[in-house]
């Protein structure tokens, strides 16, 4: 897309611009690359009025879903996003499990609190269409 002359991709506006800005965590739930790796898009404009409630939905409904937080035979498989953006989620294993635990259901916090083995890292690349 262009705006004011330049051209831009969804990644230049989430990795160039809204990221150093905003510096939260969350939006890598609500912008991506659209791979069936990633979050769901949100399917309505985010705008001023319903970016927090978007932000907060989007962790929620990643996080509970298994491309983005699952156990496999006991271990903990996350998806890829948590390695390759650790500093956004805290630097820290232990800054990253809270995060998880702080949108997971409650059965899913529980376990993750109490996690202490290996994490496996796992993404999808295929393109999410039709």
Known sequence: MR?????????????????????????????????????????????????????????????????????????LILSSIYEWYQDDFGSSRKNLLKHLQRYAHPDLANRLKNYRGPIVYRYDWKLNAP
């Open 3 to 75: 705006i004011e002359g330049l051209h831009l991709s969804l990644n230049d506006i989430e990795h160039r611009i809204l990221r150093p800005i905003w510096q939260d965590a969350r939006l890598h739930y609500l912008l991506n690359c659209a791979s069936l790796g990633c979050p769901n898009l949100p399917p309505q404009p985010v705008s001023a009025s319903n970016g927090e409630q978007l932000l907060e939905q989007s962790a929620r409904s990643f996080i509970n879903h298994a491309r983005g937080v699952t156990f496999d035979a006991g271990r």
